[in-house]
């Protein structure tokens, strides 16, 4: 039967919060939010209800390398022990690397995130996800600068995403390239044929997110150069296209709305202006910038210039945890000009305008899906969304869908 539930707070996000409010939940969606009046509501006291988060960028497979690698002061410096950190697990399906991607998916839950957007190499994740019923963008990652045949690479990979297809699933798959440093112009303009080959695919890259790869990118030196030749990556028919990295790509025709930027730390004026003209979203992931030695993004930028941004932990690898109330805590600190009610909104509807999923999640309204959580607010809290973005524990997180029905 159809449950009112009603809160000293509820944020819609697509409009102001809500004091005294409640919400509507029948079979599993949204039926109606309101204020005041609420009789016969289970009423869940002080706290604000507001939609489930959506962690835009994170690496599930690499769950079992938490604490494996130290924060750097450099990103190249951080790459190197990862690589070498990885070639430790020779086997993909290694159940160590299975229970920690099964445990960071049921972490990430405990802290209100209700869809992801996930990075993965080898696929691993795909039925891990859906075990879990935990809805989510699937980016098949190819990594080649220096690829014999792109177009069957891509055929390649296409041929192993059609195996982990589920017609109307949650979990969906598509495929993206990893960086402007580790993937051959070649290779990017293979995927981005496939992404036009299909409507309703949206792809991601690692973008403008080291001092290296503005290096790389503009001289084609320095130590992405390096580890290229040591790996026997190198294309010696490879040339510095000199400017930025998104000057790259687009030059590349790779950019557009469909693909989503990710970190951006380095992105200059021109670039994000560029950026907001095709409607692209940044995916930023402060705390891990932070951990890599890329530096804190500049959010305030991102902002003022009208960019789209999205929030993501990235992985354990180069964060604490998944709990994306604390990148918005982190966000709160490197951007304390922007209005809180700006972060929220992009750590749910941006990010999940972003993966396609916005007809279903991100915010509060009748017929999307009820993926709501409520957050205990403590007494003497009056700006709730600025409460919201100070860093929130996952003990005071409950699941609307977990309580009991009146």
């Known amino acids: 039967m159809p449950s009112r539930y009603r809160a000293e707070w509820v944020l819609p996000i697509a409009d102001d919060p809500i004091r005294d409010g409640w919400v509507d939940v029948d079979q599993g969606r949204i039926g109606g939010i309101?204020?005041?009046?609420?009789?016969?509501?289970?009423?869940?006291?002080?706290?604000?209800?507001?939609?489930?988060?959506?962690?835009?960028?994170?690496?599930?497979?690499?769950?079992?390398?938490?604490?494996?690698?130290?924060?750097?002061?450099?990103?190249?410096?951080?790459?190197?022990?990862?690589?070498?950190?990885r070639r430790t697990y020779a086997d993909p399906a290694d159940p160590r690397i299975l229970a920690a991607a099964r445990a960071a998916i049921v972490e990430a839950k405990m802290a209100g995130t209700g869809l992801f957007g996930d990075v993965s190499n080898t696929l691993?994740?795909?039925?891990?996800?859906?075990?879990?019923?935990?809805?989510?963008?699937?980016?098949?990652?190819?990594?080649?600068f220096n690829v014999p045949d792109a177009a069957e690479r891509v055929w390649q990979a296409r041929d192993v995403m059609a195996r982990q297809r589920v017609e109307g699933s949650d979990v969906r798959v598509a495929l993206a390239p990893h960086a402007p440093y580790s993937v051959s112009p070649a290779l990017f303009a293979a995927i981005r044929a496939d992404i036009d080959g299909d409507s309703d695919h949206i792809s991601t890259v690692h973008l403008a997110e080291s001092a290296e790869e503005l290096?790389?990118?503009?001289?084609?030196?320095?130590?992405?150069?390096?580890?290229?030749d040591e790996l026997g990556a190198w294309d010696a028919?490879?040339?510095?296209?000199?400017?930025?990295?998104?000057?790259?790509?687009?030059?590349?025709?790779?950019?557009?709305?469909?693909?989503?930027?990710?970190?951006?730390v380095q992105c200059t004026g021109d670039d994000l202006a560029r950026l907001?003209?095709?409607?692209?979203?940044?995916?930023?992931?402060?705390?891990?910038?932070?951990?890599?030695?890329?530096?804190?993004?500049?959010?305030?930028?991102?902002?003022?210039?009208?960019?789209?941004?999205?929030?993501?932990?990235?992985?354990?690898?180069?964060?604490?945890?998944?709990?994306?109330?604390?990148e918005l805590a982190e966000a709160r600190r490197i951007a304390p000009k922007v209005p809180a009610s700006h972060l929220l909104e992009s750590a749910t509807l941006c990010g999940a305008q972003a993966l396609g999923f916005a007809h279903e999640f991100g915010t509060i309204e009748a017929g999307k899906r009820a993926s709501l959580i409520a957050v205990r607010v403590p007494d003497g809290v009056t700006d709730v969304e600025e409460y919201l973005v100070s860093g929130i524990e996952p003990a005071a997180i409950t699941w609307l869908d977990d309580r009991p029905r009146a």
Not at 125 to 142: C, D, S
Not at 247 to 258: A, Q
Not at 306 to 324: E, K, P, R
Request: net charge neutral; hydrophobic share 45%.
């Open 276 to 326: 907001r003209a095709l409607r692209i979203t940044i995916v930023s992931c402060p705390r891990s910038n932070r951990w890599v030695g890329a530096g804190s993004p500049p959010l305030e930028a991102f902002y003022a210039m009208g960019v789209s941004v999205a929030f993501g932990t990235d992985s354990l690898a180069s964060v604490g945890d998944l709990n994306l109330f604390g």
């Open 124 to 144: 691993v994740t795909v039925p891990l996800l859906r075990e879990a019923g935990m809805p989510a963008q699937v980016f098949y990652e190819l990594i080649g």
């Open 215 to 228: 290096e790389f990118v503009r001289r084609g030196t320095g130590p992405w150069r390096v580890l290229l």
């Open 34 to 85: 309101g204020q005041g009046d609420s009789g016969g509501a289970i009423n869940l006291g002080r706290v604000a209800i507001l939609p489930s988060l959506v962690n835009a960028h994170t690496h599930l497979e690499l769950s079992h390398l938490r604490d494996a690698v130290a924060p750097t002061a450099r990103f190249i410096d951080w790459v190197r022990p990862l690589m070498a950190a």
């Open 237 to 264: 028919t490879w040339t510095a296209p000199g400017g930025s990295p998104v000057e790259y790509l687009l030059d590349l025709g790779f950019l557009d709305r469909r693909v989503l930027a990710v970190h951006g």
